[in-house]
């Protein structure tokens, strides 16, 4: 089942990148490229503090506001809705130093792992967008953005199989929606 969905991530992304001049250039997406698809999914464009961004949060998932003392205090969407069910994403700015200002070494050392993986770009930001399983049950799906010399990384995971189209749209929206402030 999990795989199915990583071979749905990988055509989906295949597609996009076969119609975005059929070369190997990175896959571009901007806000507005994806707008229309936003409002359909439903869902708001959102502030938060850390990182500092403003991004669209889809209608499907709620907000955790992490609480004091919270070992991981990354901005968290819990899925609310039933099509979504066990997916959570989080979106926080990456501290370690292996990621800092390398975008092709972190490509080099995802692929291997990862053979979906894909370089692009997002409003204007370099990027890449990978999905990967784990184990049996642990299914990750990550878009890395580098704004800064940090990256910010948007990552959903799940226990159980995504076998949801909706959601390749949905994280795929999510991603192309982050602007820094």
């Known amino acids: 089942?999990?795989?199915r969905i990583a071979i749905l991530l990988v055509f989906v992304m295949a597609c996009s990148l076969a119609m975005a001049a059929?070369?190997?250039e990175p896959l571009v997406m901007t806000w507005e490229d994806v707008k229309e698809q936003a409002e359909q999914l439903g869902g708001e464009m959102i502030q938060i503090k850390d990182p500092s961004c403003s991004i669209w949060v889809p209608g499907a998932f709620e907000i955790k506001v992490p609480e004091k003392g919270d070992s991981d205090p990354s901005f968290?969407?819990?899925a609310k809705d039933e099509a979504f069910s066990g997916i959570e994403i989080s979106v926080s700015r990456v501290q370690s130093e292996a990621y800092h200002n390398?975008?092709?070494d972190i490509m080099g050392k995802i692929l291997p792992y990862a053979p979906d993986l894909k370089d692009c770009t997002l409003n204007?930001?370099?990027a890449i967008i990978y999905s990967r399983q784990v184990s049996d049950n642990d299914f990750?799906?990550?878009a890395l953005i580098w704004d800064e010399a940090y990256p910010v990384s948007i990552a959903a995971f799940s226990e159980k199989p995504i076998e949801n189209e909706e959601f390749t749209k949905l994280?795929?929206?999510m991603s192309a929606s982050y602007r820094p402030e």
Do not use: Q
């Open 76 to 78: 968290r969407l819990i």
């Open 102 to 104: 390398a975008k092709e």
């Open 140 to 142: 990750r799906a990550y």
């Open 22 to 24: 059929g070369s190997a």
């Open 171 to 173: 994280f795929e929206t």
């Open 124 to 126: 204007g930001y370099p």
């Open 1 to 3: 089942m999990k795989k």
